[in-house]
């Protein structure tokens, strides 16, 4: 599923991680990025960055966000580097988008390119910084 957030309240830094640690999940979740729902528990969510992924809980009650993990993420990086990389992640977005849709036909090809924009555009901007 595709995770992001319109407007962040606040992180809890649980485990005390340093600000830029905090500051990059805080732009994953304005800009959005990959998230592996657990299964088990509501609310709770892998977040995968450029770099690292974010285990985090996402109170229902509140919007609070709470980063109660963080490792860096070495195989997404290799698979990202790479043309296949983008492209798997663009046609994961794109069938995300057709989900919310109901699953309704005939915008394939929207649901490509507004998938493409969101990946392209969070990259350039993450090279421009």
């Known amino acids: 599923m595709f995770l992001r957030m319109k407007q ?8 005390n991680y340093p600000a830029e640690i905090i500051r990059e999940l805080e732009e994953l979740l304005l800009s959005g990025g990959s998230a592996l729902p657990d299964p088990k528990r509501k609310g709770f969510y892998d977040l995968e960055g450029q770099e690292r992924t974010f285990f985090i809980h996402v109170s229902s009650m509140t919007g609070r966000v709470a980063l109660l993990a963080t490792w860096q993420n070495t195989r997404f990086g290799q698979l990202d580097s790479g043309l296949h990389g983008i492209e798997e ?3 994961l977005r794109a069938y995300e988008l057709f989900e919310q849709r109901g699953r309704r036909d005939g915008h394939a090809l929207d649901d490509w390119l507004q998938a493409e924009a969101e990946l392209t555009e969070r990259k350039s901007l993450r090279a421009a910084a």
């Open 89 to 91: 992640r663009i046609r």
């Open 8 to 15: 962040l309240l606040s992180v809890d830094n649980l485990q």
